[in-house]
DNA sequence: AAACGTTATTTGATCGTTCAACTTAGTGAT
DNA sequence: ATCACTAAGTTGAACGATCAAATAACGTTT
């Protein structure tokens, strides 16, 4: 049996090709007695519209992109991996497809932009790892391409949720203040950050928690703010420095540097009962050693992105319009900071 | 400036569309002297042929189809990262596109494979996790779906090298026989495996590597072969019974299953100079706490899976035929075990 | 110069949809 | 009885490429 299209469809009902295509895609234009005579012969042939000749007649894929990051340091890629898996089981329920691209630079993905869109005509894009003067987004808005960020625009000047375009963003800076605000209630006074080099906007923001905190506990921040690179080693050096300016407990940027900073506490401090050194992302490596770690809800921001995404695209102003931005709340992950001499950490 | 055609550039140029489109695909039925004026307008007018145009007429999507396994431990997610992301850069290369899905069961695989192939056309899909009796592959075959696996097929009665489809995969065996070895090396008379419950293929593999470094070392397997399901607490469980059997170093089918055990054997024996635990998978995590792991050579895996699959698609007889079948080595990182107590886990 | 065999190029049909314009029938108001 | 209007369904054209077959150009041979 050859493969049914909506001709061969017809002719086998006595109806026009475009009778059925209504009933996909205008059920109200059809009586209801042959939208069901229709939709019974739909699921009896097992018929599927074919992608290609919508593509081509509606300029529309229901495909959308997105950017394979480089692999930096694979602390961060169980992140992506869920994130990814989350996007695409959202973007399925949506009737979308995603479609993978890799781009070493910006401007590389920008090309790949063009020509994504020029030969296989996607129909948004996905971005992740928004920075100050992102030219992506800036591209993006210019050439009116509908796209959603995971991660919200950094700015000195504007305001993000009067942002052009859609994003979801999770608030760093509150889940570094919920950290800071632990070891304050701790006891700690010397709480020091170690985060990366101002100017990279999620890493600033999440300075900003720890700062917050630290000034409603009326504790002093001096000498105690560390900034480096990514990297497990350079989280270790970062402790030892803060170490000498007399911090007991460190909230990181990332679990790369929060787990630098552990084996630093380790072989400087006895294991205490409580956490004193928190990281970021609660990566499976923060989970096996025992790390505490500010935990995103990353699942429920690709949901998001793809449900606000699929909106714009559908144009479709009923059916209850989904924020444009959102700033979702990360929670903590506290666990036992003595990683390898007992059983507590497996839990 | 609206969008080239085909025949908007044939008409600019005062040749048919056709000779264009020969240009492109059949550049030898094309009178030298045209076929540079013709690519010359190709490159001024930045003409990109449209895949939905393309797809309909051929019925070949140029797109490879992946899916997204559910999201299981979190450690392993790292792994996928970097497979991913070698498979999309060479795809790229190969003039493919990488699409998306997901799925919660083999079945369901199946299915979405038939959407897949009739709605979106894709041209062929990347496997993994292959195992005894994978109906996927039967399914795929059957069709004539062309398709590569990452994964051997696993089979009691027949060959690997024999399979009809093309597979890449890492002889895992090789791997744990080279940790065993490095292990009864350093003296060690009682070496335990901790691996998952018979019939994963893989796993079996993995203790199979084992297995014969003790037969050739002319040591006992004893009471010191432990099944469980993965996990860093079953790992750790797993660990003490090993112990309690006179194990004095394991080998572990997994990098979770690995951290369990370290933990549990750094509580009952103090830290040595050399590995004691040698997990698999080398994820971030290993490294991170300083667990000696093998290490599998993804990014090679990925090339040469879309490398074969590119292949067979082309049909392009000529050009190096890759191998249909290939088996690659894994490494051992070695590392030192005592992760949180010195500087040496940081390099 | 006619006939031939290549090589180079063109033309018509087609892939499976959706859009836009059109027909037909039915309903109610004037 | 006429007209206007809506509802239901039909038809031709178009999206942009490739395939298959037909034609044009051109150098060789006789």
Redo the contacts with the bound molecule.
């Keep these: 049996m050859a493969?049914?299209?909506?001709?061969s469809l017809a002719e086998s009902l006595?109806?026009?090709?475009?009778?059925i295509?209504?009933v996909?895609?205008a059920p109200?234009?059809?009586?209801p007695?042959?939208?069901l005579r229709v939709e019974h012969a739909i699921a009896e042939s097992g018929?599927?519209?074919?992608a290609?000749?919508?593509q081509?007649?509606?300029r529309r894929s229901m495909n959308l992109g997105i950017r394979m990051m480089p692999v930096v340091d694979g602390i961060n890629g169980s992140i992506l991996d869920r994130f990814l898996h989350a996007l695409t089981e959202a973007a399925q329920d949506e009737g979308y497809r995603l479609t993978l691209f890799s781009a070493a630079t910006d401007d590389d993905e920008v090309r790949q932009y063009e020509d994504l869109l020029n030969v296989a005509d996607l129909d948004g894009f996905v971005l992740t790892g928004t920075h100050h003067g992102d030219q992506r987004t800036a591209w993006l808005l210019d050439h009116e391409i509908p796209f959603a960020s995971f991660g919200r625009p950094w700015s000195d000047t504007e305001d993000p949720f009067s942002s052009r375009h859609p994003w979801v963003d999770v608030d760093g800076g509150a889940g570094t203040e919920q950290a800071t605000r632990l070891l304050l209630d701790q006891g700690h006074t010397a709480i020091g950050f170690i985060g990366w080099p101002a100017g990279s906007g999620a890493g600033d923001d999440r300075r900003s928690g720890w700062l917050r905190a630290l000034r409603d506990g009326g504790v002093l921040a001096d000498q105690l703010d560390v900034e480096v690179h990514d990297g497990v080693p350079a989280g270790a050096r970062a402790a030892e420095q803060l170490i000498a300016a007399g911090a007991t407990a460190v909230v990181c940027a990332s679990d790369s540097l929060a787990l630098g900073a552990l084996s630093t506490f380790r072989s400087r401090y006895p294991a205490p009962t409580t956490p004193d050194v928190i990281g970021f992302d609660d990566t499976p490596v923060a989970a096996a050693v025992g790390l505490s770690s500010v935990a995103q809800p990353i699942e429920d921001a690709a949901r998001h992105i793809i449900r606000v995404l699929a909106h714009t695209l559908s144009g479709d102003a009923a059916s209850g319009r989904p924020d444009k931005h959102l700033l979702l709340t990360p929670t903590l992950a506290q666990r036992f900071p003595h990683p390898l001499a007992g059983d507590g950490w497996l839990a």
Tied chains: 1, 2.
């Design positions: 493969k049914a299209t909506l001709v006595g109806v026009s090709r475009q009778t295509s209504n996909i895609n109200h234009r059809v009586k007695e042959t939208r018929y599927r519209p074919s290609a000749a919508r081509l007649r509606t």
